[in-house]
């Protein structure tokens, strides 16, 4: 009886400091917005105050993260959009990058078609058309409720006054400095040397913004702003033209949507893998009692890790723009199909990656990307990552125009079957060819939860950003955490090649690592200091909503 007591008594002491410890989100009552800076979470939160829906405030809030986070937030880039509306409705919008028109290839190959170094990540060369601005344009034109010119303003008047520098962004900006002024001149604005507290200006984005907000999406892609780029673009080696921009068209399509459990998961389709990896994952996982394992115990990232390795090795062979190429994604998160990857599968010892090749029906990415996550008082909810690619992008900076152009011709595959700048691996359906967009792991994603509205989120963090988004869900449906919470738990991730399992390092328990290992599992704790930086939403039983914004960036909730 007394072992009893004392049991009873240790489990009552162990919950009350679990329930102290455990960091909670803000919580709001009606709407909110979770992005990497307080200032654009600010801006499209006074959106949301003054009745503006979801998608207004995404449109302010991207135009604030192209002012306040030049690291990945752009102009100059792209990215992609998921949607659910309080009817029930969802969809996708893609305003991912394109080819330029004269691209081919070999482009990146040397005369021996061996991948030249750098050619498809720093450079004018290496920039794809951008399509941020064409995306805000056409999501407003679709859902949009306030005018376009009050959406735009918030950001002019952000980039006149000037953005405060934390320290975590003077620390990116020093350690890329050197890159961007090889490639972009020792006079460009970013060439200065930044300290933590100081407030940098951008005044020429402010006139960009400007042309934008009175001429609409043809001011970027058409006239004088358009000439501009293609002019810095061609004189820095580079192939975009005006044409190339004045061509450039945003589509709508249709979300990955599948159950895992009594939950759907609506996320983005090819060209970006998100929704399609994370299907396989998650369908995979289902039928193991993972809650039963334990969070972040040894069966479990076994379990995860095996699963994902197999998923990762289908994602280098079949996914890229269905526009140019027939994927068969149906048949890629078939029960049947997924049963049979996971034949091999046993918790005895691990899997080869040398013996996982893609699935019989016949890669690190940048982690410089941003996400942000809105729900509106109204019940809408949207889930947006948009990229450079790589930090700061090509590192190709228009003084003039106020902003970097993107690297994402280095998400295809340079050559089918050498990883890109991230390792990770491609093939022929992710090959460059002009117009084609390339494949990316952005995963934004909505979760509904016995068909209402349960979660918002996504992440940065290239081939991370799939198996961040799938931990976050299973952190809060599986192991009860709350939002903030789980989006704090450290993180983990296997991605076929190389053949090893990212930890952040410090942050798993000694003993799981010394069985993995036994297991011959190999570990690798020093290339993963950072894995994704998760902004999400998290609706509660009562209807309030609590925010995770990731604590390993400077990701600021805000609400009412």
Known sequence: MLRKLLALLLLIIFSCRTTETS???????????????????????????????????????????????????NLGGGGFMVYRLNTGETGTLDFREK??????????????????????????????????????????????????EKLIQ???????????????????????????????????????????????????LAKTLEVIQQKGKDGFYKGEIAEKIAEVIQKNGGLITTEDLDKYQTVWRQPTVFDYKDLQVISMAPPSSGGITLAQIMKMIAPYPIKKYGHNATKTIQLITEVERRAYADRA????????????????????????????????????????????????????????????????????????????????????????????????????????????????????????????SMTPTIVTKNGNLFMVLGTPGGSTIITSVLQTILNVSEYGMGMQEAVDAPRFHHQWLPDEILMEPNSFDKKTISE?????????????????????????????????????????????
Do not use: C, W
């Not at 068969?328 to 080869?352: C, D, H, K, V, W």
């Not at 690619?389 to 994402?408: I, P, R, T, V």
């Open 154 to 204: 918030p950001a002019i008047d952000l980039a006149n006054k000037g953005v405060v520098i934390t320290k975590k962004q003077a620390n990116r900006l020093g350690y890329h400095q050197s890159t961007i002024t090889e490639v972009s001149g020792d006079t460009i604005l970013f060439a200065k040397s930044f300290q933590e507290g100081d407030s940098i200006k951008y005044t020429q």
């Open 23 to 73: 960091k909670k989100g803000l919580i709001a009552q009606q709407a909110m917005v979770v992005s990497a800076r307080q200032e654009a979470s600010k801006i499209g939160t006074e959106i949301l105050k003054q009745g503006g829906n979801a998608f207004d405030a995404m449109i302010a809030t991207k135009f604030a993260l192209a002012v306040a986070f030049p690291f990945a937030g």
């Open 99 to 148: 080819a330029p028109l004269a691209a081919t290839k070999n482009m990146y190959l040397d005369s021996l078609e061996n991948v030249i170094p750098y050619k498809s990540t720093k450079g004018a060369l290496a920039i794809g058309v951008p399509g941020s601005v064409a995306g805000m344009f056409e999501a407003h034109k679709r859902f949009g409720s306030i005018p376009m």
């Open 317 to 440: 062979y079949f996914l890229g723009d269905p526009d140019f190429y027939e994927i068969p994604q149906s048949e890629l998160i078939s029960e049947g199909y997924l049963s049979q990857r996971m034949e091999s599968f046993s918790f005895e010892n691990a899997t080869s990656s040398e013996e996982v090749s893609h699935g019989n029906i016949e890669i690190v990415e940048s982690d410089q990307t941003t996400h942000f996550s809105i729900v509106d008082s109204f019940g809408n909810a949207v889930s947006v990552t948009t990229t450079l690619n790589g930090a700061y992008g090509s590192k190709l900076y228009s003084e003039e125009l106020g902003f970097f152009f993107n690297n994402e011709m280095d998400d295809f595959s340079a050559k089918p079957g050498v990883p890109n700048m991230f390792g990770l691996m491609g093939a022929e359906a992710n090959s460059i060819a002009p117009e084609k967009r390339m494949l990316s």
């Open 516 to 560: 993995l290992k036994e297991l011959g599992y190999k570990i690798n704790e020093s290339n993963a200091r950072i894995i994704g930086s998760v902004d999400a939403i998290l609706v509660l039983p009562d209807g309030t909503l609590e925010a995770g914004a990731d604590n390993r960036g400077d990701d600021t909730a805000e609400g009412f």
